[in-house]
């Protein structure tokens, strides 16, 4: 096996799985044929082998590559359109896509590069004409791009330099000259001079200058003036005399040392009487050059058949000089003659004195005679040909026959020397059996009829030529997808805009002719736009067709599709962006409506009880919320005025603290309004429940003295006890001699909230004889009977008021207990076993409590 395969490739002994060793490149090999050798363990192994093909697909890892093989750094400003300057090779070593080239000249200049006859070269002409006085040189930057995906290029800059050729004539400063001069100036010095320029350069620029003298009397004075040639300086050689001479006039004239003589305009001004004077100059030719012929030597072939009075045309003698200098008259001169051919010397004379001449020698041969021309099989030659035609197609084949015998009657087939270069780039003709072929693609878009001048010519000494013209029709097939280009294009637009609103124009082109070139174009899904052609063919208005909303969707990505109706229809997409832009079109929404917030009572003033959010489906300022609390000004909702706002977030501050005995709830409004201009706004009605807390302790009525704490201890726990539901206190045992002659009693009493609260009251109990006891009773009621008559009375009056509202209290606390949940309720029936001193009493039995010991006291004073 080939060692550069080992080095490339591996194979695993086991699985028999193939892999890449090496780095593959697929311009050293593009395919290996590996032969694979499976064998078994055998004491005498036997082998099988198997060819694996492995193609390598190329990819675009080369650039191309430019060279420029044959360059003409200088070009004359006077080259014609067409003229080639260089040619350029362009090489891509990769293959397919990845290895076909585009060329092209970087920047918008007067040259272009065309693709010649062979592969990858292109030639760089000249497309409009030059001026080096208006650029003397290009720095031509030729990009050289492949086809593959990633795209690969190169450039290479060249510099072509425009030289110049003498076509500006000398141009004067000034036209006329004015000049004032003293009388009785010094002879030989100059009295004042002219100027003149020239936009071209070197030679061409060199000026020369003199003095046009006549011969007239009144003239005498020039001969008196001379001009420095080179400066334009004029020297008189005599002192000038006003008396004798007021004013004069001349001509100066200034000759372009590559050109002809120039024309000038002068004037003269006479002093006392003051006279003007305008003269024309005209730059008068010298003989200065003589006649030259284009090439010194000159080759007739003319038939020995030849009628007197034959005329052949030769290139005429040129003489740099004009007018009379130039060429007068031609001498024809025989130097020798031959049997078989003539020696001539052809003189070309000026008509300058001394007479100067020029000369060229002819050479004469007489040849047997060829007195037929070929002829063309048919009068007219037309044929169609379908554009992209494969190159060597046949196009038409011409026959054209000679009279004549031997080489005189043989035909050679050629094109006629007056045809376009670009004919010879596309089409060929066979010399020996006059074969039209296809050289070159066709393309209908750039020209689609060819006349072609077909020259057939015998094989004489003294050829002689028939010329035929050929048309070839080009037949456009639809090769050419349309093309999409977006003139004018409003990325964004309002979603407010009205139906029939612009968006883009659009203009379609498609280079093809007939059906092929008519192109529609439409959009591949359906969207609130559609396609309106316009005045202008081919031209298309992007409008919309319906209303649009950025809430439901804020941007189209749009797919123009544009076909032609040719066979096969061919076409082209564009995808364009239109961003919906927004409009204030939306009001804030709340999220809830109404809102309901429950708050404990005593809250923390300054702290955030609640808050509340909306939203706005625009966007940006038209989307920015602000909130603020409606303030009405009635008295029920002076809460408000304790209530603020944050206007960027929606929370609202409690600036008091709320009491549930005081107020339970209250309700107000909250307005969200957007940035938008105009501004959209919208309210939302909040209802806030304040929730009781365990806040107040337990008040108890009766002993009015003893509320609050009570300092001291109860004298014995085991002589008195409190029934903790009524609050009746008695005695647990009788009293001894031994017991304290007074007792005091600290009563607490408690709620049930989570966080219990209490009050206290202190009783004293003071003992008595018995005897004692009803003494000071008898005693008081003695004194007293009168007003204890009055205190039964209003006693009586007090205890009916009091069981009344004991009876009122019970229905309304039974109505309470009913409208709390049974999680309320079920907080006061759990007790906690106390001592017969402390007690957890619910509010029924406080104020049971509060009516015994107020009914006890009652009856113990009575």
């Known amino acids: 096996m080939n060692q550069n395969i ?3 490739f591996d194979i695993n002994s086991i699985t028999g799985e193939v892999t890449v060793k090496g780095v593959i490149d697929y311009e050293t090999n593009d395919e290996y044929e590996i032969e694979i050798q499976a064998s078994d363990k055998g004491l005498a192994p036997l082998t099988t082998e ?55 000249v970087s920047d918008d200049v007067t040259f272009t590069l065309t693709a010649t006859l062979k592969d990858k070269m292109f030639s760089l002409t000249t497309k409009s004409p030059l001026d080096r006085e208006r650029r003397s040189q290009y720095d031509l930057t030729i990009i050289a791009k492949d086809s593959g995906t990633p795209q690969l290029s190169s450039e290479k800059t060249i510099n072509v330099v425009v030289s110049d050729v003498n076509d500006n004539k000398p141009e004067f400063s000034l036209s006329p000259y004015t000049f004032y001069v003293n009388e009785g100036n010094n002879p030989g010095a100059s009295v004042f001079s002219v100027t003149a320029s020239d936009c071209d350069e070197n030679d061409n620029a060199r000026i020369l200058y003199h003095v046009k003298r006549e011969s007239e009397d009144n003239n005498f004075i020039l001969s008196f003036l001379n001009i420095n040639s080179e400066t334009g300086d004029i020297v008189s050689l005599k002192s000038l005399d006003f008396e004798n001479l007021k004013t004069f006039q001349f001509q100066v004239i200034v000759l372009c040392t590559q050109s002809s003589s120039c024309v000038i305009n002068l004037k003269t001004v006479l002093e006392n009487p003051l006279e003007v004077h305008y003269v024309e100059v005209e730059v008068l030719d010298i003989n200065d050059h003589s006649p030259t012929f284009p090439e010194e030597d000159n080759t007739l072939e003319i038939s020995e058949s030849v009628l007197p009075g034959a005329r052949f045309q030769l290139k005429p003698a040129q003489d740099l000089d004009s007018g009379q200098f130039s060429v ?12 078989g051919s003539h020696s001539l010397t052809l003189t070309a004379l ?39 035609a494969p190159i060597g197609t046949t196009v038409i084949q011409v026959n054209a026959t000679d009279l004549d015998e031997g080489p005189n009657g043989q035909v050679v087939y ?73 003139t004018s294009f409003s990325s964004s637009i309002p979603e407010d805009s009205k139906p029939g609103t612009t968006v883009a124009l659009i203009n379609v082109n498609d280079l093809d002719s007939g059906l092929n070139g008519e192109v529609i174009c439409n959009f591949n899904t359906d969207v609130p736009f559609t396609l309106l052609p316009s005045l202008k063919d081919k031209m298309f208005s992007l409008v919309t067709k319906s209303p649009l909303d950025r809430e439901r969707e804020s941007q189209y990505d749009l797919t123009i599709i544009a076909k032609d109706s040719g066979t096969p229809q061919l076409s082209t997409e564009k995808t364009i962006n239109v961003v919906v832009s927004d409009v204030n079109d939306n009001k804030p929404e709340f999220s809830l409506s109404p809102y309901t917030f429950y708050v404990n009572e005593g ?11 909306a939203s706005d489906r625009d966007e940006n300022d038209n989307a920015r919320i602000s909130y603020h609390v409606n303030r009405d000004s009635g008295d029920d909702n002076k809460l408000i005025s304790f209530l603020n706002m944050n206007s960027e977030t929606g929370t609202i501050v409690a600036l008091k603290s709320f009491d549930f005995e005081t107020v339970k709830t209250f309700q107000f409004q909250v307005v969200a309004t957007d940035s938008g201009t105009p501004s959209l706004s919208n309210n939302v009605t909040v209802n806030v429940f304040i929730l009781d807390q365990n806040d107040n302790a337990p008040v108890i009525l009766y002993p009015l003295s003893s509320n609050g704490s009570a300092e001291g201890e109860v004298t014995d726990h085991s002589l008195f006890g409190l029934d903790r539901y009524t609050g009746q206190i008695r005695t647990l045992r009788s009293f001894t001699e031994t017991d304290e002659a007074e007792h005091k009693l600290v009563i607490l009493v408690k709620d049930n909230g989570n966080v219990s609260l209490s ?34 009375f209003y006693l009586m009056i007090t205890l009916g008021s009091v069981s009344v509202l004991f009876l009122i209290s019970i229905i309304v606390l039974i109505a309470m207990q009913c409208s709390k949940s049974t999680d309320y309720t079920s907080k006061y029936l759990q007790e906690t076993n106390y001592d017969g001193t402390l007690i ?12 015994f010991l107020f009914c006890n006291l009652s009856r113990t004073q009575t």
């Open 6 to 8: 080992l080095n490339v």
């Open 50 to 104: 198997k060819s694996v093909i492995i193609k390598i697909v190329d990819v675009n890892d080369n650039a191309p590559e430019i060279e420029v093989t044959s360059f003409s750094r200088s070009i004359p400003e006077d080259s014609r359109p067409g003229t080639t300057v260089a040619l350029i090779s362009v090489k891509d070593v990769d293959s397919g896509l990845n290895g076909k080239v585009i060329c092209y």
């Open 328 to 339: 007068q008259q031609y001498k024809l001169t025989l130097d020798r003659e031959t049997a």
């Open 350 to 388: 000026d008509g300058g004195k001394p007479q100067k001449a020029g000369n060229t020698r002819i050479q004469v041969k007489v040849l047997d005679i060829n007195d037929n021309a070929p002829t063309f099989s048919k009068d007219v030659y037309s044929v169609t040909l379908t554009e992209n």
């Open 414 to 486: 050629s094109f006629g020397k007056s045809i376009n270069k670009d004919i010879l780039n596309i089409f060929q003709i066979s010399p020996s059996t006059g074969l039209i072929m296809v050289k070159n693609l066709l393309d209908y878009e750039k020209t689609d009829e060819y006349e072609i001048e077909i020259q057939a010519s015998d094989r004489g000494l003294a050829p002689l030529t028939t010329e035929k013209s050929v048309i070839i029709k080009i037949v456009d097939i639809n090769d050419n997808a349309p093309e999409i280009k977006v």
């Open 603 to 613: 809250n923390n003033p300054g702290a955030p009880v609640f808050s509340v959010t």
């Open 759 to 792: 009050a206290t009251a202190t009783v004293i109990v003071k003992l008595v004889e018995p005897k004692e006891a009803f003494a000071a009773s008898d005693v008081k009621s003695g004194v007293r009977e009168d007003e204890d008559n009055n205190v039964t």
């Open 840 to 851: 957890k009493m619910e509010p029924l039995r406080q104020l049971l409590f509060q009516l």
